[in-house]
């Protein structure tokens, strides 16, 4: 997961927008799943490895995490946006609708999003309150 993330990272310094939104896209999906199966909260029971890996996409993640209590409808929200953003993006570059620079907004996103899904089920305390390191 590590080389992922300075992967996006290098992509996102780059400029590479269509890598970032790609690399992205499979840290949602893997923070979905270590959310899913995280004992670290007490108010939801871990969902089965096997039921996790039956959800074959973004989406179907995000709608399980939600439904078992894991994520807020806020969150969910944002999954979607992203995730609509992603596919619009990708499908408008490849029709010559939109241009290469169009994909930075959707790229750059996504950090504050993976942050709030690790918070999830790994907050980090600054003093009295949880908040992301960027702000």
Not at 28 to 44: G, M, N, P, T
Not at 62 to 77: R, V, Y
Request: contains cysteine; hydrophobic residues 40%; positive net charge.
């Amino acid at each position: 997961m590590w080389d992922l993330i300075k992967r996006k990272n290098l992509a996102q310094a780059k400029g590479f927008w269509l890598e970032s939104i790609s690399l992205s896209y499979i840290l949602l999906e893997i923070e979905l799943c270590l959310l899913l199966s995280s004992k670290a909260r007490d108010s939801v029971i871990p969902t089965p490895t096997s039921k996790i890996y039956r959800q074959k996409y973004l989406m179907k993640l995000a709608t399980l995490a939600k439904k078992n209590g894991f994520i807020d409808e806020t969150i969910w929200n944002q999954i979607q946006d992203f995730n609509e953003a992603r596919r619009k993006a990708i499908h408008n570059l490849a029709q010559g609708i939109i241009c290469y620079g169009d994909l930075k907004e959707p790229a750059l996103s996504t950090t504050k999003l993976i942050y709030d899904i690790q918070s999830c089920w790994l907050p980090i305390k600054y003093g009295a309150e949880e908040k992301y390191p960027g702000d």
